[in-house]
């Protein structure tokens, strides 16, 4: 028996809906396509709906390498940032933490009570002095501005990529980028000093990477700048206080390691690996960077780190990834490296009293034993 009790149906209305639905599906659908073909429009929608998925089919494994990965290691910022405002945890994790406090050994309760701390700008200012929350504040904000470009990114790539899978990575992206950028920005903000703007030489490299046509973008942002910031997170993580940013690390590395994995499901052309505008474009994008690391050189000094040393292990990394993914360079990997080692070892000698010259590129400014077991996974090869 059924649990419906059926209504009457017009016959009539059923077939000659069907017909002249018929009919205008293959109107609207032609007018799309030739509109697409001529270049005057189209179709918008990246969508197969007769395959109920997105074209480039399903790509299960780029969905579980990137979608199902960051929910199974999604956090919260009211559990590892107790002191913030964010309020994002369920019920049941808020209890689970509860229990967890109540086994905590000495240790464990010590290192709670520290990021737990209802005053966490007291403990900022008691960790660091002034000049040392200055720096500090202003490496943080650097990557803090660009979070907010690669969330801006990574939310126009999600309408670039093909396949369902490839749209679940990006969606999976999206939502870490909006929250590294939320949640650096309390970060930064506790730390109680003004917050610089983006230098000019930040704002041309991140608006270029904005502006760059299709999947170029996931050069600028999952190669230069998510490069980037997994360097500055992997350096500042040991940091009393800074703990979370391992987690913002492990993120970037995912995040990273994604053009990677999409490329293998849809390769490039050879065209599109070694067009020589292409070469070209990508290396003029990373110069920007360059004047950065002159920049935030005086901050790494007050944390002890140098800034040349930051840069050449930047570099080495940014280069290894970009020509793994295929995003070649005018020149190859060993004379990019050459030519870096060459402007870094000039400007050193013309600012440093007694400087020799350096291999900068092989310098590794990443701390943390995790945090370099998770970069030699990304970049497969020896982190120095
Ligand atoms: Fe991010
Ligand atoms: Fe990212």
């Known amino acids: 028996m059924s649990l419906f009790k059926k209504l009457p149906k017009n016959q009539k209305v059923i077939e000659n809906h069907e017909k002249i639905e018929n009919i205008a599906n293959t109107l609207v659908r032609s007018f799309d396509s030739i509109m697409g073909t001529i270049g005057l429009g189209g179709r918008k929608g990246n969508y197969d709906d007769y395959n109920y998925q997105f074209f480039g089919g399903e790509k299960d494994g780029l969905r579980k390498k990137h979608y199902d990965k960051s929910l199974k290691l999604l956090w919260k910022a009211q559990e590892h940032a107790p002191w913030s405002s964010f309020d994002d945890c369920t019920n049941g994790e808020v209890e689970l933490i509860q229990l967890a406090k109540s086994s ?16 966490y700008k007291d403990f900022l200012k008691k960790t660091y002095s002034l000049d040392e929350r200055k720096a500090i504040a202003n490496i943080l904000a650097l990557i803090g501005h660009g979070e907010a470009y690669a969330w801006m990114v990574s939310t126009e790539i999600l309408n670039e990529v093909k396949s369902t899978g490839g749209r679940a990575a990006l969606t999976a992206q999206v939502l870490e980028e909006a929250k590294h950028f939320v949640v650096l920005r309390e970060i930064v903000r506790a730390f109680d000093v003004e917050i610089p703007r983006l230098s000019a030489w930040e704002y041309v490299l991140l608006e270029r990477g904005f502006k760059s046509k299709g999947l170029e973008k996931f050069f600028a942002m999952n190669v230069v700048v998510e490069g980037f910031a997994l360097n500055l997170f992997g350096m500042l993580s040991h940091l009393p206080g800074l703990e979370i940013l391992r987690l913002f690390h492990l993120d970037e590395s995912r995040h990273t390691a994604l ?15 070694h067009s020589p505008i292409r070469r070209i474009r990508r290396f003029s994008l990373i110069l920007p960077a360059l004047p950065v690391f002159v920049q935030i050189e005086s901050d790494l000094a007050e944390i002890g780190v140098d800034g040349m040393e930051f840069g050449g292990s930047m570099a080495r990394k940014v280069a290894n990834l970009a020509d793994k993914v295929g995003f070649h360079f005018p020149m190859s990997k060993d004379q990019f490296a050459s030519l870096i080692n060459l402007i870094f070892n000039a400007y050193c000698k013309t600012t440093r009293e007694g400087h020799e010259h350096r291999d900068f590129m092989k310098s590794e400014t990443t701390k943390g034993k995790k945090e370099l077991a998770v970069e030699k996974e990304v970049f497969r090869f020896k982190t120095a």
């Open 259 to 273: 053009p990677t994995n999409y490329f293998k499901e849809f390769p490039m052309s050879f065209w599109e690996k």
């Open 104 to 119: 905590f050994n000495e240790e464990e309760k010590k290192e709670y009570q520290r990021i737990s701390n209802s005053d």
